[in-house]
């Protein structure tokens, strides 16, 4: 199985800036797909974004320009830097990779964090 800690959410005014990270461990072969979701009270989860092994990227439109998404894959760690943010952007963030587990048995799955909360309020 793959474990993901994330790290780096908190308390910040708008305007400010936070850098989430994730990190994988595990009987991990390789780590396709990373994407940072995120999960506000009383709505449903939504992308933030997403790097693929080769470093292509995606992002919500409500993040573009001023999110960015960037991963270590010697660490297998994924992090969002995110600037300007919002009281809108407040939310508890997940991340999620999908990875090629090695265990005796080979095969791909996709894993969950727990979560890290960010609040974006004066």
């Known amino acids: 199985q793959v474990q993901l800690v994330e790290s780096g959410g908190g308390l910040v005014q708008p305007g400010g800036s936070l850098r989430l990270s994730c990190a994988a461990s595990?009987?991990?072969?390789?780590?396709?797909?990373m994407d940072w979701y995120r999960q506000a009270a009383g709505k449903e989860r939504e992308l933030v974004a997403a790097?693929?092994?080769?470093?292509?990227?995606n992002y919500a439109d409500s993040v573009k320009g001023r999110f960015t998404i960037s991963r270590d894959n010697a660490k297998n760690t994924v992090y969002l830097q995110m600037n300007s943010l919002k009281p809108e952007d407040t939310a508890v963030y997940y991340c999620?990779?999908?990875?090629?587990?090695?265990?005796?048995?080979?095969?791909?799955?996709?894993?969950w964090g727990k979560g890290t909360l960010v609040t974006v309020s004066l």
């Open positions: 999620k990779v999908v990875a090629a587990i090695d265990d005796g048995d080979y095969y791909v799955s996709h894993f």
């Open positions: 595990g009987r991990i072969f390789s780590i396709n797909r």
């Open positions: 790097i693929t092994s080769g470093g292509s990227t």
